[in-house]
C-alpha cells in the first residue's frame, strides 16, 4: 500500500491509497466505490498490511466489501464474470436449464435484484437462446403484483464460454422464501394460509393467461411467499407463447416438474392451455395442504388413474374443499375447472381476509339488524306512488293491487322472475312487493338484481312468502330487503307495511332533499363570497388535506391515500350522477363537498393508541372495539366545530356523515351505529367503496397489497352485504379508473 499525507489546519493526516487488486477491483465496478469510501482509515490500514493478494481479498469479505461468490471468481481468476451490463454480481441463486439466477446490484443505483444470465458456448443449439428471450419478451408484457417483475434485460459481449456472448434478464429482487423450503421448514400450512397463496397465484395466472401465456411449470419452487405473506410468481422460462411456441418445444419435450405437469401437457406441451396451469396450482395446493407431492406415480403414466384425497392425509379439511382441489386436479381436461379465474372464485370462501372483506373495517361480527318497522294506522299521501306487485298467484297480485290503487297509487303487477327484472329495468318504483317463490327466478334473485340497478332514491321492497319463516325472510334484510310479510296476511297488515315503508321513504326523501337545498345554497354563497373570501376557501381545502396527513402519519398507512381517496370519490361520484337513481342527489356541489371532505374521515384515529394502530398481526376483539371508537372520536370533534362556525355547516355535516359512518355496511353490520341499508348517509357509502379499494390495494402492517382484479373481486363478490349495491354496481363501470389513480399516485 502507499502512502501520502494531506495537510489540513490542525494536523497531518495520513491517506491511504488502495492496492492495485482494489484500483482494478473499483475500476471494474466489482467493488463498490462508495461501500469502499465509507471504510474507516483504521480498517484501511487493516487492508494495508496484507501480506497477499488472497489475504487481502480475504479481508474484503470480512469487511462486507466482497460476497463469499465474488471472492471464489476473483480467486479463479474470473473477473470478467462477475459484472454483466450495469449489474455486479453477488451471489448465485439457482441454476435450472434455461440459465443461472444470482443476486445482483445495479452499479450506480444499488437496488438489489435478481438476474437470469445464460451462458452458452458460441456453437450451441440455437434453441436454447431463442427460448431465454422469449422469456424475456414475456416477461416484460406482465405488469401484475404476484408476478415477479421485469425491470431490465441486456448481452453482455465476449464474457461467456469461448468469448459468446451472455444474454441476461433482470428481475426485481423478492426477500422470501419458496414454498417447497417453507412447507419443508414449517409443515404443512392451515387452510386459510394455504388457499390465499393459491388465490394469489390464481389472480396471477388470470393477468398470464388475458395475455394468452401459459406458464406451464407451476409447482412450489416457483412460487416464493414474503415475510407480510405476498405470493410471487416467476420463472416463466418454458411458458407457451401462441404462435411462436411451436418452433421451440418439439413434440416429445417433457417440458415442466413431474408430478405437477397435467396429463394433457404431459403428453403434448405445445398445445395445452390455461387449464394445465389450473392443474399445477392445484397440486401446489395439495403439497401446502400436506407437504407430499400429489401424485406418485406420475399423471401421464399407467399408474395415477385419479386426483388424491387430501382428506386422506388430512382429515380435518372439509368436504367441499376436498371436492374442490379433486376439480382442480382432474386428469380430464373437461373435468377441470375452468379457468384461474374460475378457481379464484373457488378459493374465496376458505379465505377468511378476503372472504369478509377485511380491512379492519369491523370491530366484531354483530348480527343483521331485524328490526321491522312497526305499522301505523295514520294515512300516508300515496297518490303518483308507483309499486309493483311480483307474485306468480294472479288471486294475490289482484288483491294487493285493488287495495293499493284504492289509495292512490299507480300498481303494476308481474307474475314471474324474469318479467319483474324487466319492469325494473324500464320503470323506477318506489315500492315492491316481492314474492320468494317466483317461476324462472326466485325472489331472492330479483331483489339482488334489483339493488344493483340504478334504482329510485330510497326504493323500498317488501318480501312476501308463504312457505318461508319469518326467520328466513329476515335474513333477506342482508341482501337488501326493507321489510317482509308471510302468508297468509290480512289486507290490513298489508296496507299497514306498505304505508310504513312508503311514510319511511316520503320521509328519507324530504330529509334528502333538504340537504341537496342546503348544499346548494351553501355552494352559492361560497360563489358569491370576494376574491379574498375564495382563497380562504381553498386555503380550508388545503389545510384539511395537512391535518389529514399529519394523523395519517401516526401510522404505518402513510403515503398519497389521500390524495387518492378524493381522486377515486370525485370519479365514482361522477359516473353515479350519470344514473337514474342519483342524478338528482349527486350535483356540483355535493360532489364538490364530498371531495373536500374525504381527507377527513379518519382524522378520528389520533385517539387511537399506537399499540393498536401500527400492530403488525391480527387485532383481538378489543383492541377491533376501540378501533372503532376512532368514528365516534372525529365525528364529536367536527360536531363542536359545526356548532362553533355555523358558516360551515354544509361542509361540515358532510364530514361527520362520512367520519361517522364510512365503516357502516349495507346489511347493518358495521359500526358505530349498524345502520343499514338507505340509512348510511350517501357520502359516507361512496367513502366507504373508495376506502376500502385503496385499502386492498396497498400494504400493511399486517396483510400483503392485492392487484386491481383481485380487489375488484374481492369487493364485488366476496363482501356480500358490505357495500350500497346500486353503487358497487356504478364502481364496476368506473373501476379501470381506479387501477389508473392508483398507479399514477403511488409512492
Excluded at 428471450?133 to 464474457?159: C, M, Y
Excluded at 386428469?331 to 379465474?341: C, G, M, P, T, Y
Excluded at 372525529?634 to 361527520?656: N, P, S
Aim: glycine share 8%; aromatic share 4%; proline share 5%.
Amino acid at each position: 500500500m502507499l502512502l501520502e499525507t494531506t495537510r489540513s489546519d490542525t494536523a497531518t493526516v495520513p491517506m491511504i491509497r488502495p492496492s492495485g487488486l482494489v484500483s482494478r477491483l473499483l475500476a471494474n465496478h466489482i467493488l463498490c466505490a462508495e461501500r469502499w469510501d465509507s471504510l474507516s482509515e483504521q480498517s484501511r490500514a487493516e487492508l494495508s498490511s496484507a501480506p497477499d493478494d488472497e489475504a487481502l481479498l480475504l479481508g474484503l469479505v470480512g469487511m462486507k466489501q466482497l460476497t463469499p461468490y465474488q471472492f471464489g471468481r476473483i480467486r479463479a481468476n474470473e473477473c470478467h464474470l462477475l459484472v454483466l451490463g450495469n449489474y455486479r454480481l453477488l451471489e448465485k441463486i439457482g441454476t435450472g436449464g434455461m440459465g443461472t439466477v444470482f443476486r445482483a446490484e445495479h452499479k450506480k443505483l444499488r437496488q438489489h435484484v435478481a438476474l437470469k444470465a445464460l451462458f452458452l458456448t458460441s456453437d450451441h443449439n440455437r434453441r436454447a437462446l431463442d427460448r431465454f428471450f422469449l422469456e424475456v419478451q414475456t416477461v416484460t408484457q406482465l405488469k401484475h403484483p404476484n408476478i415477479v417483475a421485469a425491470i431490465d434485460a441486456g448481452e453482455q459481449p465476449g464474457v461467456g464460454p469461448q468469448g459468446a456472448p451472455v444474454p441476461y434478464l433482470v428481475m426485481e429482487h423478492v426477500e422470501g422464501t419458496n414454498l417447497e423450503d417453507l412447507v419443508a421448514r414449517d409443515g404443512p400450512m392451515p387452510v386459510d394460509r394455504a388457499c390465499l397463496i393459491a388465490y394469489q397465484i390464481a389472480d396471477a395466472l388470470t393477468e398470464a393467461h388475458r395475455k394468452d401465456l401459459v406458464h406451464r411449470d407451476i409447482k412450489p419452487g416457483n412460487v416464493i411467499v414474503t415475510s407480510n405473506g405476498t405470493a410471487k410468481l416467476l420463472d416463466f422460462g418454458v411458458a407457451r407463447i401462441p404462435l411462436r411456441d411451436g418452433r421451440l418445444t418439439k413434440h416429445g419435450a417433457q417440458l415442466g416438474t413431474i408430478g405437477y405437469v397435467s396429463p394433457e401437457q404431459f403428453r403434448n406441451p405445445r398445445d395445452v392451455d390455461g387449464r394445465a396451469d389450473v392443474f399445477g396450482l392445484g397440486a401446489t395446493l395439495f403439497f401446502m395442504l400436506t407437504g407430499l407431492d400429489p401424485f406418485e406415480p406420475p399423471v401421464g403414466s399407467a399408474g395415477a388413474l385419479k386426483p388424491p384425497a387430501v382428506r386422506g392425509v388430512r382429515a380435518d379439511l372439509s368436504p367441499s374443499l376436498d371436492a374442490m382441489l379433486c376439480r382442480m386436479m382432474a386428469l380430464a381436461v373437461d373435468e377441470r375447472i375452468a379457468s384461474a379465474d374460475d378457481a379464484m372464485r373457488e378459493l374465496l370462501p376458505y379465505i377468511r381476509t378476503i372472504a369478509r372483506g377485511e380491512v379492519r373495517a369491523s370491530p366484531s361480527d354483530s348480527a343483521v339488524h331485524t328490526a321491522c318497522i312497526a305499522a301505523e294506522d295514520e294515512p300516508v299521501a300515496t297518490t303518483g306512488l308507483r309499486i309493483l306487485v311480483v307474485d306468480d298467484q294472479p288471486d294475490i297480485r289482484r288483491v294487493c293491487k285493488i287495495a293499493l290503487t284504492s289509495e292512490g297509487a299507480q300498481v303494476d303487477e308481474a307474475g314471474t322472475g324474469p318479467d319483474a327484472i324487466e319492469r325494473l329495468e324500464t320503470q323506477a318504483y318506489d315500492l315492491v312487493l316481492l314474492d320468494v317463490d317466483l317461476p324462472g327466478c326466485s325472489g331472492e334473485t330479483v331483489l339482488k338484481k334489483l339493488r344493483q340497478m340504478p334504482q329510485e332514491p330510497f326504493q323500498k321492497v317488501i318480501m312476501l312468502s308463504g312457505r318461508n319463516s319469518g326467520d328466513d325472510l329476515a335474513r333477506l334484510l342482508a341482501s337488501g330487503a326493507d321489510d317482509f310479510l308471510t302468508k297468509p296476511f290480512s289486507l290490513v297488515q298489508m296496507r299497514a307495511r306498505a304505508r310504513a315503508a312508503l311514510k319511511l321513504k316520503d320521509a328519507q326523501d324530504r330529509s334528502e332533499l333538504l340537504s341537496r337545498h342546503l348544499m346548494t345554497l351553501n355552494g352559492e354563497l361560497e360563489k358569491s363570497v370576494s376574491h379574498r373570501d375564495g382563497e380562504l376557501i381553498h386555503a380550508r381545502g388545503a389545510l384539511v388535506l395537512a391535518l389529514a396527513k399529519l394523523v395519517e402519519q401516526r401510522s404505518a398507512e402513510t403515503g398519497p391515500h389521500l390524495i387518492r381517496l378524493q381522486k377515486y370519490v370525485r370519479v365514482l361520484a361522477e359516473t353515479a350522477a350519470r344514473m337514474p337513481g342519483y342524478s338528482q342527489r349527486l350535483d356540483a356541489v355535493f360532489i364538490q363537498t364530498l371531495e373536500d371532505c374525504a381527507p377527513l374521515h379518519d382524522i378520528g384515529k389520533v385517539a387511537i393508541p399506537d399499540r393498536i394502530l401500527n400492530k403488525p398481526g391480527r387485532l383481538t376483539d378489543d383492541e377491533h372495539r376501540e378501533m372503532g371508537h376512532h368514528t365516534l372520536a372525529a365525528a364529536e370533534t367536527l360536531r363542536q366545530v359545526a356548532d362553533t362556525y355555523e358558516f360551515a355547516t354544509g361542509f361540515l355535516h358532510m364530514a361527520i356523515d362520512i367520519a361517522r359512518h364510512h365503516h357502516e355496511h349495507w346489511d347493518g353490520t358495521g359500526y358505530p351505529d349498524q345502520l343499514a341499508g338507505e340509512d348510511i348517509p350517501l357520502a359516507a357509502r361512496l367513502i366507504a367503496i373508495c376506502d376500502v379499494y385503496d385499502a386492498l390495494r396497498s400494504r400493511r402492517v399486517y396483510k400483503p397489497s392485492l392487484s386491481h382484479n383481485m380487489a375488484i373481486l374481492t369487493m364485488c363478490e366476496g363482501s356480500p352485504g358490505h357495500f350500497d349495491p346500486g353503487l358497487l354496481a356504478v364502481f364496476r363501470q368506473c373501476c379501470s379508473k381506479f387501477d389508473a389513480i392508483f398507479t399514477e399516485n403511488s409512492d
